[in-house]
């Protein structure tokens, strides 16, 4: 499978996402610099990295949200080609729309950077299908801006749809409903704080993020 990582000013999880999409497709992934107008020829799944584009100014996410490539990224999604943001990508996937909700600050108001637990809450997805339900897996967190908030219709409706992807098994940072990663209506698209490129090997203490892309390769490939 072709793939492909956006990097935009302040990106600092790309290489982090390049490394763990080539363990596992054992192809390295096209970096897209954000002020590209289009995406290479092919891409079957395109990775929004964490970070802190364009330093965090404005808000998280929003000006990143306006890049050119974003357009591109859109348009992928629209067609049905798997996107996942992680962190920062989320936030942007917020500020594009192509996600409900927002991600505000902190409830604690501090930075968390730790390995948490999380419940898979749907593992019927293109991102979840090498998890069962109700499993709870370890993956590290990294964020300042990562309380997922939305009105209680949204949640409502993400609930009743099976959009939440992974809860919070553990109090992390005020996120609605312990929400921790949401997909799209149509299940290509995910968007979680957590970070599934930093638990793929051994060295990491947790490779549970690498059933995540496992399982995305093989559903896609099938």
């Known amino acids: ?7 935009f000013p302040g990106s600092n999880c790309d290489r982090d996402l390049a490394v763990a999409l080539e363990q596992v497709t054992g192809r390295a992934p096209v970096m897209v610099w954000h002020n590209e107008t289009q995406l290479p020829e092919g891409i079957g ?18 000006m990143a949200a306006r890049s050119p490539i974003i357009r591109e990224v859109v348009d992928a999604a629209n067609r049905g ?18 996600l409900p909700g927002a991600l505000m600050r902190n409830a604690g108001l501090n930075f968390v950077s730790r390995p948490v637990a999380l419940t898979v809450e749907n593992s019927q997805s293109l991102f979840t299908c090498g998890y069962e339900a109700g499993e709870t897996i370890r993956i590290p967190v990294a964020h300042h801006d990562g309380n997922y908030q939305a009105d209680e219709a949204t949640l409502d409706r993400l609930e ?27 299940g290509n698209v995910l968007g979680m704080m957590p970070h599934p490129e930093r638990a793929i090997e051994d060295a990491h203490t947790s490779t549970d993020g690498r059933r995540l892309f496992e399982g995305l390769l093989e559903t896609v490939a099938a």
Request: proline share 3%; hydrophobic share 45%.
């Open 1 to 7: 499978m072709k793939t492909a990582v956006i990097v």
């Open 45 to 62: 799944f395109i990775g929004l990295p964490g970070g802190f584009s364009y330093g965090d100014y404005l808000r998280s996410g929003a």
């Open 81 to 98: 080609v798997p996107v996942l943001g992680v962190c920062n990508g989320f936030q942007v996937l917020t500020e594009t729309g192509l």
């Open 160 to 186: 009743g749809q099976g959009r939440v992807a992974f809860r919070y098994a553990e109090k992390v940072n005020g996120s609605a409903r312990a929400i921790a990663g949401v997909l799209n209506d149509t």
